[in-house]
C-alpha cells in the first residue's frame, strides 16, 4: 500500500473512494480484469471497524475474490448458525445453516474488521489496483453532471496543502457511512422507523458456548423488547457485545452517556448478565446512531454507489458486509462491461440496481418484522413450520433466489412504530 506522495499515476479507468469491503471489491475485480484502478482510503490500513459478524452468502463474492483459502486457514471462528433468545430468556433452536441444502458455503466466520478488511485491500493490490491509504478524497470532480474523477489530500498532511486531481472515467463511491456522493448530490433519506442507537464494547472471558456453536451469532432480545444485544464471538476468547434500540429510547438526552446506557440495559437482560459474568471489557464502550437510510439514485453518468455509500438497513440480521461485498461486485461488472462498451452513463453504471434492490428488500422486509410488536420467530415458526426454510435462506444472505419472497405472503408487510411514537426509557 502507498501514500499519496508515492501514487505514480494521474489518470486511471476507475477511482474509489473508501477501501472497506465494497471499494476492495471492486478495486480487486476491476484491476483483475485488466482496468487501471486506484482506491483511496483515509486511514491508516489496517483501521478498527465494526461488523464482526459475515453470513453464508459472503461465500460466493469471497471465491471470486480467491479468498476462501485464507479464510479457511485463519483464526477467525467459524460460524455455524444463528440463535435468537426470547424477552423471557427462553432460547430458541438455532438456525444450523447446513440443515438446509448444505454446501461449503453453509459455515462462514466472524472476523474482526480490521485484519479482514486489510486482507480484502492487499488482495486488491495483488491484483494490480493502486491502493493509497492516509488519502483523504474531498472532491468528486463533476463536468456538468459527469462525473470526472477525484481531488485527494493526504490525511496526514497540512490541512493548507492543495489537493491533487486524478482522472478517472468512472468514480465508485465506497465510502460507507460517510455517504461522501450521496451527501453532496443530497440523495440521502433516512428511515424514520429504524431510527435507532447503538452502545457495544469487546469483552474477554465471557461464556463461551462449545462444539459447533462456539462461533454462532446470538440475538437476545431485553425485558420488554426495548432493545436486544449482538453476541459475536471473536478470537483469543474475545466477544463483540453491542445493544440496539429505537435512538430515543436508547439515549433519551443529555445525560445518556454510553457506561449508564450500557448498564440499563444490561439489567434488562439476564441472559447477556450471565455471559458478561466473569468477562472484563477491553476498551471503550463505543456508540453510533442513525444508521439506517437509503438513496434516491445510486449511478450517474461517470459515478456509482456502493455498500453503505449507498444504503444501510439494520445491523440485526449481519447483513452489512455482504451486501457491500455483493454490491461492489455486481457494480463492477457493471463497470467492466461499462467500460468495453464505451458507455458509461449512470443507466449502465446502475444496471445491476434492479435486481439488488428487490433482494435488499427482503431483508428490509425482515428487519421491519423484527422491530414490530408482536412478531416473534419463534411464533411465526409454529404457525407456521413450512417457512423454516424461506427464513433461514434470508438469514444466510440468498436474498437474490426465486421464490425467498414468498415468505411474505405469510408474515406480511410488517410496520414498525417510528422513533417519535415511542415512549422514551424510564
Ligand atoms: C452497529 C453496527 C453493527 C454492525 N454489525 C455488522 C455485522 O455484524 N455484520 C455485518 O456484515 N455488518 C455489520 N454492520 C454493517 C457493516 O459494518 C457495514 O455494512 C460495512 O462495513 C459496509 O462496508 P463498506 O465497504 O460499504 O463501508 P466501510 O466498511 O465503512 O468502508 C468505508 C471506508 O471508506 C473510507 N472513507 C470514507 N470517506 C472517505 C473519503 N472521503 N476519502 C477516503 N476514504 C474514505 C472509510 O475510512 C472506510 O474505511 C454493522 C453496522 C453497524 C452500524
Redesign the pocket.
Known amino acids: 500500500m502507498v501514500t499519496l506522495d508515492q501514487l505514480n499515476t494521474r489518470k486511471a479507468d476507475v477511482a474509489i ?7 476492495a471489491t471492486a478495486a480487486t475485480l476491476l484491476a483483475g480484469a485488466g482496468h487501471s484502478v486506484v482506491l ?4 491508516t490500513v489496517p ?1 478498527f ?6 453470513i453464508p452468502a459472503t461465500y460466493w463474492t469471497l471465491q471470486r475474490l480467491g479468498l476462501i483459502e485464507r479464510l479457511k486457514q485463519s483464526a477467525f471462528p467459524r460460524k455455524f448458525s444463528v440463535q435468537f433468545v426470547t424477552e423471557t430468556g427462553k432460547i430458541t433452536s438455532p438456525f444450523y445453516f447446513d440443515e438446509f441444502r448444505p454446501h461449503e458455503s453453509s459455515q462462514t466466520w466472524q472476523v474482526w474488521r480490521d485484519d479482514f ?1 486489510q486482507m480484502l485491500l492487499e488482495n486488491a493490490e495483488a491484483r494490480g489496483a493502486q491502493v493509497v491509504q492516509q ?3 474531498s472532491d468528486v470532480i463533476f463536468d456538468g453532471e459527469h462525473a470526472r474523477g477525484v481531488r485527494v489530500r493526504s490525511a496526514v498532511g497540512a490541512a493548507a496543502e492543495e489537493p491533487i486531481e486524478v482522472q478517472a472515467r468512472v468514480v465508485v463511491d ?5 455517504t ?1 456522493l450521496a451527501n453532496r448530490l443530497k440523495l440521502k433519506r433516512p428511515d424514520p422507523r429504524l431510527k435507532k442507537g ?1 452502545v ?1 464494547g469487546y469483552f474477554r472471558g465471557a461464556v463461551r458456548d462449545s462444539g459447533r456453536d462456539e462461533g454462532a451469532t446470538i440475538i437476545l432480545q431485553t425485558e420488554g423488547k426495548r432493545s436486544w444485544f449482538w453476541n ?1 464471538p471473536l478470537p483469543d476468547d474475545m466477544v463483540s457485545i ?1 445493544c440496539t434500540g429505537s435512538l430515543k429510547y436508547m439515549f433519551p438526552g443529555a445525560g445518556s452517556d454510553a457506561h449508564s446506557v450500557w448498564e440499563r440495559e444490561v439489567a434488562r437482560c439476564p441472559a447477556i448478565q450471565h455471559r458478561l459474568a466473569n468477562a472484563t471489557l477491553e476498551g471503550p464502550l463505543r456508540t ?1 446512531r442513525d ?1 439506517s437510510y437509503h438513496t434516491t439514485r445510486s449511478a450517474g453518468d461517470g459515478w456509482v454507489l456502493v ?3 449507498q444504503s ?1 438497513i439494520d ?1 440485526v440480521y ?5 451486501l ?1 461485498l455483493k454490491s461492489g461486485e455486481m457494480a463492477a461488472d457493471a463497470i467492466a462491461e461499462g467500460l468495453a462498451l464505451n458507455d458509461i452513463s449512470g443507466e449502465r453504471l446502475g444496471s445491476w440496481k434492479k435486481k439488488y434492490d428487490k433482494g435488499v428488500g427482503l431483508f428490509h422486509k425482515l428487519v421491519y418484522a423484527f422491530y414490530s410488536p408482536g412478531f416473534s420467530f419463534g411464533s411465526l415458526l409454529r404457525e407456521h413450520p413450512e417457512c423454516k426454510d424461506q427464513l433461514a435462506s434470508i438469514l444466510m444472505g440468498n436474498v437474490f433466489e426465486p421464490g425467498v419472497e414468498t415468505l411474505f405472503d405469510i408474515v406480511g408487510d410488517a410496520v414498525p412504530p417510528r422513533d417519535d411514537e415511542l415512549v422514551p426509557a424510564t
Open positions: 473512494i473508501g477501501g472497506g469491503p465494497a471499494g483511496f482510503e483515509r486511514e483501521r471497524h465494526v461488523g464482526e459478524s459475515l478488511d488519502a483523504h478524497v465506497a465510502s460507507g457511512q460517510t461522501f447503538t457495544w459475536i453491542g453510533t444508521f455498500g453503505d455509500a444501510f445491523p449481519s447483513s452489512g458486509v455482504y457491500a
